[in-house]
């Protein structure tokens, strides 16, 4: 899958103002809504609250993976971002988080679409040296470029 489809470079803020997890989700979820992906804020932030609910999305390595399946999303895409401050979050690794990858999922795309979405994302992060180029690209389409590039090498 082409992560372009999904990310695009408006959707990619690397100096976020962001000091909380909540803060974060919030602001990830702002860049979703001026892109018309999320059509219903409320709605999409509550569902990805009931997500969380059900077990943290904290990854390692500074990293976190946010995520709501709603009627709130018009198309499936994906918002990253890189906070200035270290977010506590409850991670895999028990680190602070300082990149998240917030995913908005579609009702229609709830199943297919968003397991292999969340598997090459989860595989390119599995990947120490994308995870330090993650933490310190900041040109929004070499990000892009790189996770496509591993989900390339992945799928050769």
């Not at 390692?60 to 709130?72: C, L, R, T």
């Not at 297919?112 to 994308?130: F, K």
Request: glycine share 6%; charged share 25%.
């Amino acid at each position: 899958m082409d992560i372009s489809n999904v990310l695009n470079v408006k959707n990619i803020k690397l100096n976020m103002m962001a000091k909380s997890k909540e803060e974060a989700i919030e602001e990830l979820t702002d860049l979703l809504v001026q892109d018309g992906a999320v059509i219903n804020k409320e709605d999409f932030l509550k569902d990805v609250w009931l997500r969380e609910e059900q077990g943290s999305t904290g990854f390692e390595n500074h990293i976190a993976i946010p995520h709501g399946k709603s009627s709130g999303v018009a198309r499936t895409a994906l918002a990253m971002g890189r906070t200035q401050y270290e977010i506590p979050w409850e991670t895999m690794d028990g680190s602070d988080v300082r990149c998240i990858i917030l995913f908005a999922v579609c009702l229609v795309d709830q199943n297919a679409t968003h397991i292999r979405l969340l598997s090459q994302v989860s595989g390119s992060l599995a990947d120490e040296e994308i995870i330090e180029k993650l933490l310190q690209e900041n040109d929004p389409q070499k990000i892009i470029d790189l996770l496509n590039a591993e989900n390339e090498s992945a799928s050769a």
